[in-house]
């Protein structure tokens, strides 16, 4: 079954302004599509209930080529330009006094070759540097699902968080609620591949894909395994291996998110 949300967007912002916002959401969308998987319709045999995704970084391994940007935009059809992207790339610089600093241009998405450190470092004693991939953290507990007043962003059985991008209204609270900046609304001329505009996008570890028994695009194209996925159920997969023995690190964690993203060569205080 599928619930239409009967009201436009516009509509939608302006009953919002005069307070009255609380009221229409209750009336207009039954139990707000908590079974809805239009953006997730599971090929073939593909049982969610069975798998349970994680994601490792390892920041001793990225060498920061951009390859694993460039190949995201392509697979899911993301605005070339450097301010939307599902996933990035930063360069940490860590002075000899702890200072910390961080850059990513273009993203990430051209690589750091070309992008020599800031003459604004000089002069300072600079004692580590590295690249660290950032992408949506898929948290157990995600705010962005907590506030989107018509369900659009919602979490599935097997861990991952999608946004239902037909009845996204653009009002961007998730945007604001999440605390990694995973999220951003898609410009007019978006070619996506449902078509919409001015909606919510962000990455979804390529759900296309890994219910099809495939990588995600980012994890195929990195020459350095600097991207490591797998399924957190199944004790014989890549991270539950990494997790077991090594030291791992998420981003916040004071935050209570719960993110499925792991990293490994963060120092204390850097994250």
């Known amino acids: ?20 916002l609380g009221g229409i959401i209750v009336s207009s969308i039954p139990s707000l599509l908590r079974g809805f998987t239009a953006a997730a319709k599971i090929p073939g045999t593909y049982d969610w209930e069975k798998h349970y995704w994680g994601f490792v970084c390892d920041n001793e391994r990225c060498i920061g080529c951009g390859r694993c940007v460039v190949a995201c935009k392509l697979e899911n059809k993301v605005p070339w330009e450097p301010e939307y992207n599902r996933t990035w790339v930063e360069r940490y610089v860590i002075t000899e006094s702890d200072e910390i600093f961080v850059d990513s241009p273009n993203a990430g998405r051209d690589g750091f070759a070309k992008a020599p450190i800031s003459t604004k470092y000089d002069g300072l004693n600079i004692r580590k540097s590295f690249f660290v991939p950032k992408l949506c953290n898929q948290c157990d507990n995600p705010p962005c699902v907590t506030v989107c007043p018509v369900g659009a962003t919602y979490k599935t059985k097997d861990g991952i968080v999608l946004v239902d991008q037909e009845h996204c209204i653009g009002c961007r609270y998730c945007i604001q609620a ?17 078509g919409q505009v001015r909606v919510v996008d962000k990455c979804t570890w390529c759900y296309h894909r ?6 995600p695009a980012c994890v195929e194209a990195c020459p350095a395994g600097a991207r490591i996925f797998g399924d957190l159920r ?3 997969s890549p991270v539950r ?6 030291r791992v690190y998420v981003l916040k964690p004071e935050l209570g998110t719960e993110p499925k993203v792991y990293y490994i060569g963060f120092e204390k205080g850097v994250y």
């Open 1 to 20: 079954m599928r619930y239409e949300l009967k009201i436009s967007r516009r509509d939608f912002i302006k009953i919002g302004a005069k307070g009255l």
């Open 234 to 236: 199944d004790p014989a």
């Open 241 to 246: 291996k990494i997790l077991s023995e090594k």
């Open 210 to 215: 890994i219910t099809k028994g495939l990588l």
């Open 178 to 194: 999440c605390p990694y900046g995973a999220r951003y609304i898609l410009p007019d001329s978006s070619e996506t591949h449902l």
